[in-house]
C-alpha cells in the first residue's frame, strides 16, 4: 500500500496490485528487510533498494558530475517515500483518537471549511480573539522536542529510531556552503529543444486552473511543517507537538469562561457545542439569556496571550512577542482563511406567551456572528494573477497565458477554477456577490482575450457574438471558407464549447447554513477510538485502509462500499 500511494504521488496514477511486477515485489522486500535489520539510511542515494516508475533503467556508469549533481540535488529518494508512508500508516491511527477534538490542520476528515462551520456554530458572543502565528514551531523546534512528544505515545525503539535520524537532519529548504559556488561556477551554454509532446511516464505540468487556484490560497495555507527529511511525516509530528498547546487551550476555556447559572450557551457542559442548533449564530446579550462571554475585560485575554507565550518558550524553545500574538476585538472584523469573522448588534422583537395565556412582545437586544468572504484580498489576489489592475475600479486584463489555446479548452479551464472558489466560499454569507464578482472579472478576461486572438475590436463585439456566458463559437474572420461549427461538432472533429458558468448572478448557490452536528467528529475517527478501546492488532491493517479511502474516496464512498458488503453478507 506504502508503494502505491508513493507512485501515485511521483506518477499521478494509482496503480494496482495486480499492476506491481515482481522485481518491484523483491525490492520492496529487501528494503523491508533492510529496515527492519537496522541498515536502512535515509537520503542514501548511492543504495538505492527500490527505485521511482519514473525513473530509467540504464546499465552505463555514470560520469562523475552527473553523479556529483545527483547526490547534491534536493529532491528526496523514493525508498525514503515508501518509508515514511509505513510510518504514517503506523502512527496516524495510534495519534488521531489522541488529538483535540477542536484541531483542524492536517488531519484527514477535517479541513477549512470544517473550522469555518465550528466558528460560526461556537463562536457567537466572544468578544476579544486571539490571533497567533506560531508558524516557528514547523521549522525551529529541537529534535528532542519532537522526539519526547512521540515517546509519550509510542515505546516502539524501532520505530522512534527511524523517525529520530531524519528530524535532526537540516531541513531541505535551508542553504548550505556549495550553493555559492553552484551561482559563481559558469555554466555551459546548451540550445535549448522545443519540447512539444511528453513521455508517456513523464510528469504532466498542472493545468493552468490549478496553479490559478493555487495562487488564491490564503497566507495560512502557505505554511507547511518541515522537519529535516521527514517530508510527509512533518505534518504529523506538528500535530503531535501542538497537541498539548490544544490541551493547555481547553484548560484556559473552563478556567476563564465562568458561566452564569442562566447561561444559554454553556450552561453545564464545555464541550456540548452550540447553544441554538437551527440559529447558531445568534445569541441575546441582555436579559437573563445574557452569556458570561459577553463580559469578557480585555485584562484576561492579555493574561491568557502571557501564559501563551510562557508555554510556548518553556515547551518548544520558541520566543513570542506580543506581535505574533495579537488580541483583536470582533466589531472589527478578523481576517482568517480569507473570511472576515464579525459581529453586528441587531434588535430582535421577541413574543412569548406570559401567564394568563397573554402574548407579549419584547424588543430586545442581540449579537449576529456573520462570516464574510473578502472582496479585497480577492481583488489583491487577481492584480497579482495579472486580471485586472487598479484597485478601487478594478479594469479586467486579457488571460494572456491562454492566448493560444482553443475557445473549448480555455472556458473549461476557467470554469474549473470558478467551480472551485463556488466550493471554497461555500459557507460565506457573501458567497453570491464574491463569487459574482469572479465571474466578472474572467468573463470580461477571457472577452478581451477572444477580441486579440480573433482580430475583433473591443469585448462587447465579442459578447455580441458569443453572448454573455461566452458558448457560441468563434472563428477569424480572415477564413471565411471554413466550415461551420456545427458540421465540424457532429463529425467529431472540435470539442463542445462550453459556457462560462455562474455569469448570471441567479446560477449562483446561496451560502450553506446547515446547522453543524453537536460535538461532531469524523466517522473513521470514531472507529479509531473503538480500535485503540479494544487494541486489537488485527484490526490495524483494515483502519490504515479506512484511513486511505477517507482521504481519497470521501467518508459517502466509503459508507455505499459498506452498504454493499453487508448487502452481500445478507445474501449469503
Not at 339 to 348: A, E, G, K, L, T
Request: charged content about 30%; aromatic content about 10%.
Amino acid at each position: 500500500m506504502a508503494y502505491q500511494r508513493s507512485c501515485a504521488h511521483v506518477t499521478g496514477t494509482f496503480p494496482p496490485r495486480s499492476a506491481i511486477h515482481s522485481h518491484v515485489l523483491h525490492d520492496l522486500l529487501s528494503l523491508r528487510n533492510a529496515v527492519v535489520r537496522g541498515s536502512f539510511s535515509w537520503n542514501k542515494k548511492t543504495q538505492q533498494y527500490i527505485r521511482s516508475p519514473n525513473d530509467k533503467p540504464s546499465k552505463e556508469m555514470v560520469p562523475k558530475r552527473k553523479l556529483q549533481a545527483m547526490l547534491e540535488a534536493d529532491e528526496p529518494c523514493f525508498q525514503d517515500r515508501v518509508v515514511q508512508e509505513v510510518l504514517l500508516m503506523i502512527l496516524e491511527p495510534v495519534f488521531e483518537a489522541r488529538f483535540s477534538p477542536k484541531s483542524h490542520a492536517f488531519r484527514p476528515g477535517r479541513n477549512a471549511h470544517t473550522v469555518i462551520r465550528t466558528i460560526r456554530s461556537n463562536f457567537a458572543g466572544y468578544l476579544w480573539v486571539l490571533k497567533g502565528d506560531i508558524s516557528e514551531i514547523f521549522d525551529n523546534v529541537d529534535r528532542n522536542c519532537v522526539m519526547g512528544c512521540l515517546e509519550q505515545a509510542v515505546r516502539d525503539r524501532k520505530i522512534l529510531g527511524l523517525i529520530q535520524s531524519p528530524v535532526g537532519a537540516p531541513n531541505r529548504k535551508r542553504s548550505d556552503g556549495n550553493e555559492e559556488w553552484r551561482k559563481n561556477r559558469k555554466k555551459k551554454k546548451v540550445a535549448k529543444k522545443k519540447k512539444t509532446i511528453l513521455n508517456d511516464k513523464e510528469p504532466k505540468p498542472d493545468p493552468y486552473w490549478l496553479i490559478a487556484f493555487f495562487n488564491f490560497a490564503p497566507e495560512e495555507a502557505a505554511k507547511v511543517p518541515s522537519y529535516g527529511h521527514c517530508e510527509i511525516l512533518s505534518p504529523l509530528l506538528a500535530n503531535v507537538c501542538l497537541n498539548e498547546l490544544d490541551q493547555v487551550i481547553e484548560d484556559k476555556i473552563v478556567e476563564f469562561l465562568r458561566p452564569y447559572s442562566l447561561d444559554s450557551i454553556w450552561k453545564t457542559l464545555i464541550n456540548d457545542g452550540c447553544h441554538n442548533p437551527s440559529w447558531p449564530e445568534f445569541v441575546l446579550s441582555c436579559g437573563n439569556e445574557k452569556t458570561r462571554k459577553m463580559d469578557w475585560p480585555r485584562e484576561d485575554a492579555m493574561d491568557i496571550r502571557k501564559q501563551i507565550i510562557e508555554f510556548c518558550e518553556r515547551r518548544f524553545g520558541i520566543r513570542l512577542d506580543n506581535s505574533k500574538v495579537e488580541i483583536e476585538h470582533i466589531t472589527r472584523g478578523i481576517q482568517f482563511l480569507d473570511h472576515i469573522i464579525s459581529r453586528r448588534v441587531i434588535h430582535p422583537t421577541l413574543r412569548y406567551t406570559a401567564t394568563g395565556g397573554n402574548v407579549v412582545s419584547q424588543k430586545g437586544v442581540a449579537t449576529l456572528l456573520s462570516v464574510t468572504a473578502s472582496l479585497q484580498q480577492r481583488i489583491r489576489q487577481f492584480r497579482r494573477l495579472e486580471f485586472v489592475k487598479g484597485d478601487k475600479d478594478p479594469e479586467p486584463l486579457p488571460c494572456t497565458p491562454m492566448l493560444y489555446s482553443g475557445q473549448a479548452h480555455t472556458n473549461s479551464q476557467m470554469n474549473k477554477l470558478l467551480e472551485t472558489m463556488v466550493d471554497w466560499y461555500k459557507y460565506a454569507d457573501n458567497r453570491k456577490k464574491v463569487v459574482g464578482f469572479c465571474a466578472y472579472v474572467i468573463c470580461s478576461s477571457l472577452a478581451k482575450l477572444y477580441a486579440a486572438r480573433y482580430r475583433l475590436k473591443s469585448r462587447a463585439k465579442v459578447n455580441g457574438i458569443v453572448s454573455c456566458d461566452l458558448s457560441r463559437p468563434l472563428r477569424e474572420s480572415s477564413n471565411k471558407s471554413a466550415p461551420e461549427y456545427s458540421d465540424l461538432l457532429r463529425v467529431g472533429l472540435v470539442d463542445p464549447i462550453e459556457g462560462v458558468r455562474f455569469s448570471h448572478m441567479s446560477l449562483i448557490p446561496s451560502c450553506d447554513y446547515s446547522p453543524f452536528p453537536r460535538n461532531w467528529v469524523p466517522a473513521h475517527e470514531q472507529l479509531l477510538r473503538d480500535y485503540i478501546r479494544h487494541e486489537g492488532p488485527k484490526f490495524f491493517y483494515e483502519i490504515s485502509e479506512i484511513l486511505w479511502d477517507f482521504k481519497t474516496l470521501g467518508v459517502r464512498n466509503y459508507k455505499l462500499r459498506e452498504e454493499r458488503e453487508t448487502r452481500k453478507d445478507c445474501a449469503s
